[in-house]
Every structure is written in structure tokens, then in C-alpha cells.
């Protein structure tokens, strides 16, 4: 059976001071969930979110970006080896705000997704159409095409340390969010492709776009979801718990 997870994504928010308060918070409320907790931090706030986790093994950090270089003159970049030196656990792969705002392409994911592998790092990769590509009724081609872009290279056993987040770009910080109905036939899509692919049936596919309490148990007890990445939810630890315990 596959593991739930739920995963933060702070994307710009939250200084140093803010993510130490946030971990103080969020510990006793998520300590006894059966589901699996990341958060995906900004890189000033990596180490004292690591630092708080250490020794706590029901929450996992993750970054929210990185270049597949291991070194080299990329101004403002940080390679694999710099999140794993600091003992980052997951990185954020492909998100559609880093696909719109910084040009990122299905190549440069599947290089960020192999370097990420290559250094054990744990990649959590991101697709979705837009709404111009839904309403053409091409949604779930879009997500299909990215999957075998974005994976392709990779080994059966590379997918046992892959997350896919299935991110809808119209859904993301707009308020909008797609029916329970709707994600669960792109993800079930997207299952069925790495199953094509690598036979493999055991990826999380977790849903992201405006997930927050009061949708996050329909959408995860759908058959294919097995979780969220949640976006400006994943700020505030009472809201944020109720979704990680979506299943109390």
C-alpha cells in the first residue's frame, strides 16, 4: 500500500526566527500522524529547520529548488551536494512557478532530477497543464508528455525515492481547485503512464493547488492521491496540521 505524504511548500515566506517558532509548533500536533510530513523551506531557513528535525524522524526537510551542476560559475544557484552537505533530505523539482517565472524546461528537470538522484537526494517532481491547455481538453497529454520528459533516463529503482505532485498551474495561489473528480483522473493518468513506463506502481502522486482543510479528505481518500503539496496552507501550523491529520 503507498504511503500518504504531505508536503509543505513555503515557497518566499518565512525568515529563520519564523521557521523555528513554526517547528516548535507543528512537532506535538503531527508526532502520533500516519502520514508522512515534509516541509519544503526557503535555503536561509535549511539549516535551522534540519537543525529543529535532527533527531525528530516524523518530519523531513526539503528545499524547493536547485541546479543539477555540481559547482561551477551559476551566480545565485545552489548545486545538490550544497542541500545534501546540510543534510537536506527532499528537493521541490519543476514547479510550475519555477517553469513560468524562470523559464525552467522539461530538459532542465530531468537534469535536476538526476543529479538530485545521483547525490540522494529525493526528488519531488511537479507537473500540470495551465488552463488554456485544459479547456482544449489536452490536460491530460500535457501532464503525460512532461512525466516521460521529465523521468526519462531514469531506473526502476530511482523511482523508489520519487514523489510526482500533480500541480494544475490555474489551481496554484489562485483559490481555485480542481474537483476531487478531476485531479483523480490526471493522477490515475499519470499512474498509469510511470506504470507504462517503468512498471512501477508504487510512486506517491500527490495532489497540489489550493489545498486546505476543508478539501484536503476528499481529495486524499480519492484511489490515486496519496496526499498534497500544500502551498500557502503549509504557513500556519494549526491550519496546516489539520491537513496533515486529514485522516482523524
Same mark, same amino acid.
Request: aromatic share 8%; charged share 25%; proline share 4%.
Given at each position: 500500500?503507498?504511503?500518504?505524504v504531505?508536503?509543505? !511548500?513555503?515557497k518566499?515566506?518565512m525568515?529563520?526566527?519564523? %521557521?523555528?517558532?513554526?517547528?516548535?509548533?507543528?512537532?506535538p500536533?503531527?508526532?502520533?500522524?500516519? !502520514?508522512? =510530513?515534509i516541509?519544503?523551506?526557503?535555503? %536561509?531557513?535549511?539549516?535551522?529547520?534540519?537543525? *529543529?528535525?535532527?533527531?525528530?524522524? *516524523?518530519?523531513?526537510?526539503?528545499?524547493q529548488n536547485?541546479?543539477?551542476e555540481?559547482s561551477?560559475?551559476?551566480?545565485?544557484e545552489?548545486?545538490?551536494?550544497?542541500l545534501?552537505?546540510?543534510e537536506?533530505e527532499y528537493?521541490?523539482?519543476?514547479h510550475?512557478?519555477?517553469?513560468q *517565472?524562470? !523559464?525552467?524546461?522539461?530538459?532542465?528537470?530531468?537534469?535536476?532530477?538526476?543529479?538530485?538522484?545521483?547525490?540522494g537526494? #529525493?526528488?519531488?517532481?511537479?507537473?500540470?497543464e495551465?488552463?488554456?491547455?485544459?479547456?482544449?481538453?489536452?490536460?491530460i497529454q =500535457?501532464v !503525460?508528455?512532461?512525466?516521460? #520528459?521529465?523521468?526519462?533516463?531514469?531506473?526502476?529503482?530511482?523511482?523508489?525515492?520519487?514523489?510526482?505532485?500533480?500541480?494544475?498551474?490555474w489551481?496554484?495561489?489562485?483559490?481555485k481547485?480542481?474537483? #476531487?473528480?478531476?485531479?483523480?483522473?490526471?493522477? #490515475?493518468?499519470?499512474?498509469d503512464?510511470?506504470?507504462?513506463?517503468?512498471?512501477?506502481?508504487?510512486?506517491?502522486i500527490?495532489?497540489g493547488?489550493s =489545498?486546505k482543510?476543508?478539501?484536503a479528505k476528499?481529495?486524499? %481518500?480519492m484511489?490515486n492521491?496519496?496526499?498534497?503539496l500544500?502551498?500557502g496552507a503549509?504557513?500556519?501550523p494549526?491550519?496546516?496540521?489539520?491537513? =496533515?491529520n486529514?485522516?482523524?
Amino acid at each position: 500500500m503507498r504511503r500518504k505524504v504531505i508536503a509543505g !511548500n513555503w515557497k518566499m515566506n518565512m525568515l529563520p526566527s519564523d %521557521t523555528i517558532k513554526f517547528m516548535e509548533e507543528i512537532d506535538p500536533l503531527v508526532k502520533d500522524s500516519k !502520514n508522512e =510530513v515534509i516541509l519544503c523551506v526557503p535555503f %536561509t531557513d535549511l539549516f535551522y529547520a534540519i537543525n *529543529y528535525t535532527r533527531d525528530i524522524p *516524523y518530519l523531513h526537510i526539503g528545499a524547493q529548488n536547485m541546479h543539477y551542476e555540481e559547482s561551477g560559475a551559476f551566480t545565485g544557484e545552489i548545486s545538490p551536494e550544497m542541500l545534501t552537505s546540510v543534510e537536506c533530505e527532499y528537493v521541490i523539482i519543476g514547479h510550475s512557478e519555477r517553469r513560468q *517565472y524562470f !523559464n525552467e524546461t522539461d530538459e532542465s528537470v530531468n537534469l535536476k532530477v538526476k543529479a538530485a538522484l545521483k547525490h540522494g537526494l #529525493k526528488p519531488i517532481v511537479c507537473v500540470g497543464e495551465t488552463l488554456e491547455q485544459r479547456e482544449a481538453g489536452n490536460a491530460i497529454q =500535457v501532464v !503525460n508528455t512532461q512525466i516521460t #520528459k521529465d523521468l526519462d533516463g531514469l531506473t526502476l529503482d530511482d523511482l523508489s525515492n520519487i514523489i510526482i505532485a500533480y500541480e494544475p498551474i490555474w489551481a496554484i495561489g489562485t483559490g481555485k481547485t480542481a474537483t #476531487k473528480e478531476d485531479a483523480e483522473e490526471v493522477i #490515475k493518468a499519470i499512474r498509469d503512464m510511470v506504470r507504462e513506463l517503468f512498471s512501477n506502481d508504487d510512486v506517491p502522486i500527490l495532489y497540489g493547488g489550493s =489545498v486546505k482543510p476543508e478539501n484536503a479528505k476528499e481529495l486524499f %481518500t480519492m484511489p490515486n492521491i496519496d496526499g498534497g503539496l500544500v502551498g500557502g496552507a503549509s504557513l500556519k501550523p494549526d491550519v496546516f496540521e489539520k491537513i =496533515v491529520n486529514f485522516d482523524k
